[in-house]
């Protein structure tokens, strides 16, 4: 039983690491064009992002070997709004579903993948590149196509979500 339970276990611990992440062109094309540099953005899975982020509130990260940025990661959810915003930046589906909560979480994606976009130029000053990253949100917006209501309402979470976070990614402008 001990010897089965083991089996399993290694055989789950080393499953995800066989590419259980998805990436979209248009994510890599917003994050190419802001980092000034070809950009990978891998979204995880869930089981993928759990191993590495067990109960904590992170959106997405950037991977460096060494000084070097590699590639950008994101969040299964950070992802999926993300997605959301890019296919209907203009909520033309008008589900009811795309309300104000949908939109936080669209502004929360959307500095989160900035925000990696800019690590990815090899700068690890959180609070440097998250100015730059709130820099960028109107420019992003307008490339993405939205407009009108839903510009400004993704743009206001975005802010709203910047203001909150710690110390050291506030004052970098
Ligand atoms: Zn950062």
Known sequence: MGALLAALV?????APSAGAFAVFP?????ASRYAGRPVEVRCYDLDEWHADF??????????????EPQYVVLAPTTCLYMLWLVVDPNDR?????????????MGRGLLALLHESFHMTGDT????????????????LDSLGARGAVRESVLAAAL???????AVYQGGC
């Open 10 to 14: 290694a055989a789950l611990a080393l």
């Open 54 to 67: 067990p109960g904590l509130s992170v959106w997405g990260y950037t991977a460096f070997r060494g000084d």
């Open 26 to 30: 248009r994510f890599d094309e917003l």
């Open 93 to 105: 589906l008008a589900t009811k579903l795309n309300g104000p909560w949908t939109r936080v979480e």
């Open 125 to 140: 000053n959180e609070s440097r590149v998250e100015c730059r990253a709130v820099e960028a949100l109107p420019s992003a």
């Open 160 to 166: 709203a979500f910047h203001r909150q976070l710690p």
